[in-house]
Every structure is written in C-alpha cells, then in structure tokens.
C-alpha cells in the first residue's frame, strides 16, 4: 500500500518517528553541551500530527515574533526541516557562550544570527544522523537559512509545501534544560511522501 | 461593528460596518474586494496558484488561486455584490527564506502572478498591491471603506 496522504501515518508510525526523534533528540543535547559547554539535558519529545491552526496557536498565535530557521533535506529521502525557536531559547545560546543576552531579535548582530545558526545547523544534523544510523540511508542536509519574523507567515513555507500532501504537519517539540533552565525548541518535519515511505520500508514498517 | 477572521486556504465576505482580517501572510497571498456601491467586501487567504497545475485531487478549493477567488465572487454576488463594480487590492507573496531549498521555488511570486490573472480574466482592476520582499503581513480590510490595513512586524502600518 502506498501513502497518499500524511494523514494516513497510524501510531504504530508515529512511534516510530518518535523513536527517531528520542535519540536525535539525545544526539542533539549532546552536540549542544559540547558546543556550548554546558550541562544540558532534554525530556522525551513529543511528537504530534497537528493542523495549521493548532501548531500556529501551539506557537503562541499567528503574530507572534519567533526565529524560523529552515533546513533543507535531501539524499535518498528529501524535504525540509523547520525550527521555530523563541527568542527565550535563542537567548540561553549567546548568554552560555557570551555571557549576554539578546536584546531584539530584529537587531541581532553576525555573531548572533551565526550562534543560532550553527545551533539550527547542530540540531538538523543530529535529528538526520540519528535516522541515517538507523536505516542505513545517506541524507544531505543544506545549511540553515534564518529569519525573524510572525510565527503564522513562517509556517506559511511547510504549509505550502505540505498542502500537496496533507492538511497536517509532523511537529516534534523538545524540551532542552540548558544550564538548569528550561527552553523549548518546536521542529516541524516536511518530508516527501515518498521518503516516508522509503523510511518505513527501510525500518521494517509497512505502510 | 464585527471583524470576521479568515483563516489560511479560507474566505469570508462582510458588508458594512463590519471588517475582515486574515493573519501573518508569508508567501500567501489575500485578495480583498470591494465592491463601493453596496458596500459589500471580501477577503480569500489562497495558499497555491492554479488548481489547473496541482497534482491530484483538489480537496480544499479555496487553496488555489483560481478556484478561491472565484468562489469569493459567488458568495459575495449572493451578498448582492457586482462583479463589474469590484475592485481589488491584494497583500502577501513574500519570499520568508533566502535560497529556499524548497521544490516550491518562488511560491510568493507564483501565487502573486496567478492570482493577478484570475482577476484580470473577470476584469477586475487592482487598485493597491503590497506584494513580495520577504517579510510576514497580516491584513484588516474595512467593509465601510474598502481600505487595506497592512501590519508588519517592526514596520508602520500602511493603509491603502
């Protein structure tokens, strides 16, 4: 059988992404303490098939200003992450490894916008290699294009994308406890319905 | 005096006193017309270009370009509205991500350019366009005088 629609994903698949993203999520508190050096843990993520409206809500309603990081995936599955991170989280990075926080997320400086970046870029890789260990399958991941702008008109691109596939999109929200405070970071999964099922395939899941 | 909320891939149409808003345009496009007479206004949030070029099966028309706009003019023409007298001024399209790795290369621009063909084909003339660069938009358009509120973050509002 062939997936025709995200909607179709039963929770016998659902826990199958939800392993995926336990140990990138794993992979990716320890990248991040080892790039910022300091402690940092993170609780199981959740990961969920929510509509448009719920992860826009989900994300503290459509006009509210968040970082969009947007990461392109592409190898023997392709399609595209996107990480919506609060300026709370954003602001945790640069006080860990400067000392100072971010006063306008509008205004960021170059040494700002790179830290976030390379924290888009530590996270993608290790959600990605956390799925090619496992199934064997090679993926390319492009480096993370950054914007601050309304949650909703950030979400508008996965949208977009997942429109042709499904009114629902594959949301993982992680809890990082960086240097003993909580931060959350919101990824949305867009793959290609294809790859999903090529993952499926790879893993021994039927679809 | 109601503002009605017209969610993404959704339309709604108003008369007078009451307004319309859709949220947080990105690559989005709201179309707003007007038609002065009656006082009559609506709103579309489409997501796509032509239902035409899509693959599969449409399943939401008001998605598309083409399909939204046209059903925006039914409803507001049971209003009472003429398509003849309306006007159009439209918000959105916007590239959020620079060198977007996406298969939907240039989506903003695409759904700019056909929705302003589907209005030429019903002749109807866009009077205000605040189209394209790469930031979000969320859009109050006035059923009492057929102004297009247009907010962004960190930028004035521009009233058209």
Not at chain 1, 3 to 14: T, Y
């Amino acid at each position: 059988m062939a997936l025709h629609n995200v909607n179709e994903l039963q929770d016998m698949h659902l826990d199958v992404l939800k392993e995926i993203g336990n140990i990138g999520s794993g992979n990716a508190a320890g990248a991040l303490a080892d790039f910022l050096q300091v402690p940092t843990d993170i609780t199981v993520p959740a990961v969920k098939l929510l509509d448009f409206s719920e992860t826009v809500n989900f994300l503290g309603g459509p006009e509210n200003v968040a970082i969009g990081m947007l990461v392109g995936i592409k190898g023997d599955i392709t399609g595209m992450m996107l990480y919506v991170l609060e300026k709370s989280f954003a602001s945790k990075m640069t006080s860990a490894l400067f000392g100072t926080e971010i006063q306008d997320l509008y205004n960021m400086n170059e040494m700002e916008r790179s830290v976030i970046q390379e924290v888009g870029n530590i996270m993608a890789a290790s959600y990605m290699n956390a799925l090619a260990s496992l199934t064997g399958m090679m993926i390319d991941i492009s480096v993370p294009t950054l914007t601050v702008d309304m949650v909703g008109a950030i979400l508008s691109v996965p949208a977009i994308e997942f429109a042709q596939i499904g009114d629902k999109v594959l949301f993982i929200d992680d809890r990082f406890i960086i240097d003993s405070g909580e931060v959350k970071s919101n990824m949305i999964l867009v793959p290609e319905l294809q790859s999903l099922e090529t993952l499926f395939e790879k893993l021994g899941v039927s679809v | 005096m109601a503002m009605v909320t017209v969610g993404i891939a959704d339309l709604n149409a108003v008369k007078t006193p009451d307004s319309l808003i859709t949220y947080a345009l990105g690559s989005c496009v709201g179309i707003c017309l007007y038609d002065s007479d009656k006082k009559i206004a609506g709103l579309a949030h489409i997501m796509l270009p032509l239902s035409t070029e899509a693959a599969g099966k449409i399943d939401n028309k008001r998605r598309y370009a083409d399909t939204g706009i046209t059903e925006l003019i039914q409803s507001m023409n049971h209003m009472g509205a003429s398509t003849a007298r309306m006007t159009a001024k439209i918000a959105g399209g916007a590239q959020m991500f620079k060198g977007n790795s996406s298969s939907m290369f240039n989506i903003g621009e695409r759904n700019v350019a056909a929705v302003k063909k589907v209005l030429a084909s019903y002749r109807i003339r866009i009077v205000a366009e605040e189209t394209g660069a790469d930031f979000g938009r969320t859009v109050v358009f006035h059923g009492e005088d057929g102004k297009m509120e247009v907010r962004a973050a960190m930028k004035p509002t521009k009233i058209v």
